[in-house]
C-alpha cells in the first residue's frame, strides 16, 4: 500500500539497473518508488549468465565500475542471501594468439592491482581435468570474481530493499506519460493514477517506445538479441566462470593488449564470429550447464526484423564448439531461450537527462551484470551532489 504520492525519486523499471539506482538513493535516505510493468521484471537482467567478470570490461571506466560492483556484490551478500558464489574465472586460449593475449592481459592487470594467474596448459587440465586437452593451449584465472544466479538475484536484493530500507514498489503497473509540471516530475499510470517526484529515472530497458520516443534516436541505440540454452543436470565439476578463446577475441578489455590489433582468424573462426558466438560456460547449483552465446543486432526501431524463433543452426553452432572446449557426462538441452538488450552506440551507456528532472539510462549493452552496481553508485551519487 503506498504511503504517498510524491517522492524524492521514482524509477520506473525494475531490472538490475532501476533495483540498484534504488539501492544507492535509499541509502542516501531518500524516498523511492520503484515501478515495474510486469509482475516481476524478467527481460535482460535475466536472461545472461549471471557473471560478475570486471576483467572482459573495457579499460576506461567500465572496468572500475566492474570492480566496484563485485564489492557492492560481495558486501550485499554478507547482509542478505543474494545467490552471489565467489568462484573466480577461467579464460582459456586455444592458440598461440590467444595466449599472448592473457599473456599481455595478465601484466596489465597486475599493474592495476588485479589478482590473476596465467597458467601453462598443463596446469589448466591439472586444476580442471574436463578440460579438452586438443583445445587448451593455456589459461588465466582470476580468483575474486564471481557469479549470480540471474533468475532470483535481482528479486531479492529487492525484497531486501523492501523489508529493511522501506522501498515502495508497483508492480504490474504501467506507466503511460512522464513530464515536467510545476517544477517537479510528473508522472501517470494507465490506471490513471498520478504521482509526483523530485526526480524520475526511466530504466525500461528496449521498450523505448513508449516514455519519452522522441529521444531515443534510431543511430543512437540498437537493440542486441541472443541465442542461450540450459544443459541437463549432471554432476558438478565447473567450479568456476568459464570463457574462451572467442571470449578473449570479443571481451573489450582485450582491445587493450598490444598485441589485439595483429591478431587474425581462421575461416571457422570467422563464422562464428560472424554469428557473434563466443563460448561461455556456467553450471547452475542443480547441476545443469548454461551454454551461451550468440549475436545478432538491429537498429532499436526494427525489433520485429528478428522474428519470434530460436535458431537451430544457431544452437547447433554453438554445441558444436563447445564440445570441442569440455568433457560432459550429457549434452542433453533441456532448454533455449532469446534474450534481448539495448545497446548505445554513441557511447558505453545511454544516459540523457529532460528538463532537469527525467533521466534515461538505457542502452547499457551485455555489461549489466557486471557494472550495474557501481555505475548506478557514481550516477546517484552525482544526482544528490
Not at 510486469?38 to 566492474?66: C, H, I, M, T
Not at 532448454?335 to 545497446?343: D, N
Request: proline fraction near 3%.
Amino acid at each position: 500500500m503506498l504511503k504517498a504520492k510524491k517522492y524524492d525519486l521514482i524509477i520506473v523499471g525494475g531490472g538490475i539497473i532501476g533495483t540498484f539506482c534504488a539501492l544507492h538513493a535509499l541509502r542516501k535516505k531518500k524516498s523511492v518508488l520503484l515501478i515495474e510493468k510486469d509482475e516481476v521484471p524478467f527481460e535482460a537482467s535475466f536472461r545472461n549468465f549471471g557473471q560478475a567478470v570486471p576483467s572482459g570490461q573495457s579499460l576506461n571506466k567500465w572496468f572500475d565500475y566492474g570492480r566496484k560492483s563485485l564489492k557492492i556484490y560481495k558486501d550485499l551478500q554478507e547482509l542478505t542471501d543474494i545467490s552471489l558464489v565467489k568462484q573466480g574465472s577461467w579464460y582459456l586460449a586455444s592458440d598461440d594468439q590467444e595466449m599472448t593475449l592473457l599473456e599481455e592481459m595478465s601484466q596489465i592487470f597486475n599493474e592495476r592491482g588485479y589478482t590473476n594467474r596465467v597458467h601453462t596448459a598443463t596446469e589448466c587440465l591439472e586444476s580442471n581435468p574436463h578440460f579438452n586437452k586438443s583445445y587448451v593451449k593455456g589459461g588465466m584465472f582470476l580468483p575474486d570474481e564471481a557469479s549470480l544466479n540471474p533468475l532470483v538475484m535481482v528479486h531479492r536484493v529487492r525484497a531486501y530493499l523492501i523489508k529493511e530500507w522501506g522501498l515502495h514498489f508497483m508492480p504490474n503497473t504501467a506507466v503511460i506519460a512522464v513530464e515536467k509540471k510545476r517544477g517537479i516530475a510528473k508522472l501517470v499510470t494507465a490506471k490513471n493514477e498520478t504521482l509526483w517526484a523530485d526526480h524520475i529515472i526511466l530504466a525500461n530497458g528496449r521498450d523505448t517506445q513508449f516514455l519519452l520516443p522522441e529521444h531515443y534516436q534510431a543511430d543512437e541505440l540498437k537493440i542486441s538479441k541472443l541465442q542461450m540454452m540450459r544443459l541437463a543436470p549432471q554432476a558438478k565439476i565447473l567450479k568456476s566462470n568459464i570463457l574462451t578463446g572467442l571470449t578473449i577475441r570479443r571481451y573489450e578489455s582485450f582491445h587493450s593488449c598490444p598485441s589485439y590489433s595483429k591478431i587474425t582468424a581462421n575461416e571457422h573462426q570467422q563464422k562464428l564470429q560472424a554469428a557473434g558466438i563466443h563460448i561461455l560456460f556456467k553450471q547452475a547449483d542443480d547441476g545443469s550447464i548454461i551454454l551461451g552465446d550468440s549475436h545478432e543486432y538491429a537498429p532499436v526501431h526494427k525489433q520485429s526484423k528478428f522474428g519470434f524463433e530460436i535458431s537451430r543452426e544457431i544452437n547447433d553452432m554453438m554445441l558444436d564448439e563447445a564440445k570441442k572446449i569440455l568433457h560432459l557426462s550429457d549434452w542433453t538441452v533441456d532448454s533455449s531461450w532469446a534474450g534481448f538488450y539495448l545497446q548505445s552506440t554513441v557511447d558505453d551507456v545511454f544516459t540523457k537527462t529532460v528538463e532537469g528532472v527525467i533521466h534515461i539510462i538505457n542502452g547499457i549493452g551485455g555489461k549489466g551484470m557486471t557494472t550495474s552496481p557501481g555505475f548506478t553508485e557514481e550516477y546517484i551519487q552525482k544526482l544528490y551532489e
